[in-house]
Nanobody, 121 residues
Framework: QVHLEESGGGWVQAGGSLRLSCAAS????????MGWYRQAPGKLRELVAT???????DYADSAKGRFTISRLNAENTVYLQMNSLKPEDTAVYYC???????????????WGQGTQVTVSS
């Protein structure tokens, strides 16, 4: 079983910054893609940013220029640095990881428990 542990959410005023962290652990053979998604009240979960094992990035338009995703492959950890936060960034942020488990070798696609980010105006 693969487990994701998230940290770093909280409350911040508009214009402030937060850094989210997510570490994958457990029965891991490989971690191919890692990323962050968010879900605001009454809305669907949406992509924020992803990074694959080769370092290719994908950002939502709302995140471009303000958020930076980075990854430490050796520790199966992904970070999301969020700057210039806006009230509309308020949401529960979820970490996601895709890859293959070790025993047995099979694909996984797992989610973290979510971390609340609240941006006040």
């Amino acid at each position: 079983q693969v487990h994701l542990e998230e940290s770093g959410g909280g409350w911040v005023q508009a214009g402030g910054s937060l850094r989210l962290s997510c570490a994958a652990s457990g029965n891991i053979f490989s971690v191919n893609g890692m990323g962050w998604y968010r879900q605001a009240p009454g809305k669907l979960r949406e992509l924020v940013a992803t990074v694959n094992s080769g370092g290719a990035f994908d950002y939502a338009d709302s995140a471009k220029g303000r958020f930076t995703i980075s990854r430490l492959n050796a520790e199966n950890t992904v970070y999301l640095q969020m700057n210039s936060l806006k009230p509309e960034d308020t949401a529960v942020y979820y970490c996601n990881a895709k890859g293959y488990s070790r025993v047995p070798i099979r694909p996984y696609d797992v989610w973290g428990q979510g971390t609340q980010v609240t941006v006040s105006s």
